[in-house]
């Protein structure tokens, strides 16, 4: 195999005495423990690093490679603008990429650089490995806001790539763990900071890299982390592979988690098929949910379908519940992908003559025109989750203390302009969030002056 290790590291620039200044005898841990990693490397031998940077150009629908020939950077962001790096780029493996890329019809090649300059994520662990090791060229790769699973195909892919041109290859994935462990750290403290640190330490501790993809985002992004995607890249890069994993270090004494763990493959085991596995488990489980939906979700997942994949409006079907006839009432429709949301479009009032079209037409306009993504493919539709949200009457409010997240959801207008969010939303935890995501949904500004009112909704899963 081509790759011959990775590795999960931290970026902390404090961890660079020029930065720190002192500062970095607190992660002393950290420190050995890269050092450690550094020999590592230099023992392998590479003639490329892929490093693996959430700190790189990211954009949420496609995988930003470096282009170039080289590319320099330096602390002087962190006040030590003397610590200088310039690195050559492996141009023929990063066209390979490229390539192997394209031929999947995946969102990943160098379109777009914003900065040709490094990132901190990138030059921290080049610190350590400079200083160990010197004949390699990088190759840099960014993150995405694509799901997980994009991550770990996209690690599989750059396998494919480093075999085609049969480089000896090592990966270092980039991160941090959780940035809010404690209450005197730059970030505060949030119960699922530890718990995202001591699950993805046992995680990687043990190579058990299908768990990566089973982490809840909305978890993640409580937690704060940084270095999620990074890894699942890195452990699709083993995919089919065996590997011997070994934690060595974890700190969180400045407030945020830096772990570092080695990885080396061992040769094939056709039972780490990782994502063939949580793909299959996932359509069970969709297939599963879909079954058990109700009326509401049942007909929002018959329109879209038949409009995906004929083109045609379905009429009304003979055999709804009277209640979905009978009802005039607006209604949202909402569709999930692999956890992260494919489109959401609705109705605060009803336009329609029933409950029943207003939903039909919804789940259309929420599969092909939501202007936030692409229309829905029929290849998709195993994936979707649907749920339909039927709004109560909206009843005006003086005070963000009438509202209540989880019961309420919110209507903010100003004159001709209106934004509305639905009740009990991943991620939405207070009043101040929800009105300030729905005046932002209906281009009103904070200066501006706002009328609110609140509904309730029935929610169908």
């Known amino acids: 195999m081509s790759i011959q290790a990775a590795f999960m590291v931290p970026h902390p620039p404090m961890i660079i005495p020029e930065v720190g200044r002192g500062s970095e005898a607190q992660i002393k841990e950290t420190t050995r423990a890269y050092e450690q990693i550094a020999g590592e490397i230099a023992a392998c031998k590479p ?3 892929i490093i693996i940077s959430p700190h ?30 310039t690195e050559d780029y492996d141009e023929e493996l990063v066209n390979q ?20 300059r490094l990132d901190h994520g990138t030059m921290v662990p080049l610190f350590f490995i400079r200083r160990a090791y010197d004949d390699f ?18 690690g599989m892919m750059i396998r494919e790539a480093v075999e085609a041109v049969g480089r000896r290859t090592v990966i270092v994935a980039s991160g941090d763990l959780s940035h809010k462990l404690q209450e005197y750290g730059p970030y505060g403290y949030a119960a699922e900071g530890p718990e995202y640190d001591r699950r993805v330490m046992d995680v990687c501790g043990r190579a058990a890299f299908g768990e990566l993809l089973t982490f809840d985002e909305v978890f993640c992004e409580k937690a704060a ?18 590997v011997r994993g070994k934690a060595l270090s974890h700190q969180d004494v400045t407030g945020v988690g830096y772990g570092i763990c080695t990885f080396y493959p061992e040769g094939e085991d056709a039972e780490r098929y990782f994502l063939e596995k949580h793909l299959q488990k ?42 979905m006839l ?27 003559e029933n409950v029943a079209k207003e939903i039909i037409r919804n789940a259309i306009s929420a599969s092909t025109q939501d202007p936030r993504f692409d229309p829905v ?28 997240v989880r019961r309420y959801g919110v209507i903010v207008s100003c004159g001709h302009k209106r934004g509305l969010l639905l009740p009990d939303l991943d991620g939405v935890d207070t009043p101040e969030q929800q009105v300030s995501i729905a005046m932002k949904k209906g281009g009103i500004r904070e200066n501006e002056p706002y009328v609110l009112e609140r509904f309730e909704v029935v929610r169908h899963v």
Request: aromatic residues 8%.
């Open 377 to 404: 493919t029929e290849e998709e539709l195993k994936w979707l989750e649907i749920n339909v949200d039927v709004l109560g009457e909206p009843e005006r409010i003086s005070s963000l203390a009438e509202l209540d």
């Open 56 to 85: 790189s150009i990211m954009y949420s629908d496609y995988f930003h490679i470096s282009p170039g020939r080289r590319a320099k950077g330096s602390f002087a962001e962190f006040g030590a603008g003397q610590v200088k790096f």
């Open 282 to 323: 996932k359509e069970e489980e969709l297939s599963a949910q879909a079954a058990k939906s109700d009326s509401y979700v049942r007909l929002a997942r018959k329109s879209l379908e038949a409009y995906i994949r004929n083109r045609k409006t379905i009429p009304v079907p003979d055999d709804l519940p009277e209640e």
């Open 225 to 242: 982390e940084c270095g999620h995607r990074s890894f699942v890249i890195m452990a699709g890069a083993f995919d089919g592979i065996q």
């Open 137 to 154: 060229r990088i190759v840099r790769i960014g993150l995405s806001g694509l799901p997980l699973t994009d991550h770990y195909r996209f």
């Open 326 to 352: 009978k009802t005039r009432a607006g209604a949202f429709v909402s569709i999930h992908k692999h956890g992260k949301l494919r489109g959401c479009i609705g109705t605060i009032a009803p336009t329609a």
């Open 47 to 49: 003639e490329t690093i």
């Open 97 to 116: 990429i490229c390539l192997t890329a394209a031929e999947e019809q995946f969102p990943a090649g160098t379109l777009g650089e914003r900065s040709a």
